[in-house]
Nanobody, 127 residues
């Protein structure tokens, strides 16, 4: 499956922004989709993940309570709603997919388990 991220832009501290990750074809119920981000000079960081089967979610500690990940079955799209944005949220945001063999497999933060990667979309938060 191919994934395409979009929705990045320049916002101010405290603003909200929603990113989209569109799949190229109908997604499997066993798919997990994650969002990662990479700031200049830093390693790629886990942001959030969603399990397609039941909408189960997992968040990184730096965004929990501010960001919400969700999926739309009809649109084959995963959304990342970002609120209360801070300058430290500035990064290139990537979505990634993980095919699993089980409907209820535990979501993972490990970047290495995600096989399908889309291009990044840049989010810049000004102070």
């Amino acid at each position: 499956v191919q994934l395409q991220a979009s929705g990045g832009g320049l916002v101010r501290t405290g603003d909200s922004l929603t990113l989209s990750c569109a799949a190229s074809r109908r997604t499997s119920s066993k798919l997990h989709v994650g969002w990662f981000r990479q700031a200049p000079g830093k390693e790629r960081e886990f942001v959030a993940a969603v399990r397609w089967y039941d909408g189960g979610t997992l968040y990184g500690s730096s965004v929990e309570g501010r960001f919400t990940i969700s999926r739309d079955n009809a649109e084959n799209t995963v959304y990342l709603q970002m609120g209360s944005l801070k300058p430290e949220d500035t990064a290139l945001y990537y979505c990634a997919g993980r095919s699993t063999l089980s409907l209820r497999l535990t979501l993972e933060k490990d970047i290495n388990v995600y096989r399908y990667w889309g291009q990044g979309t840049l989010v810049t938060v000004s102070s």
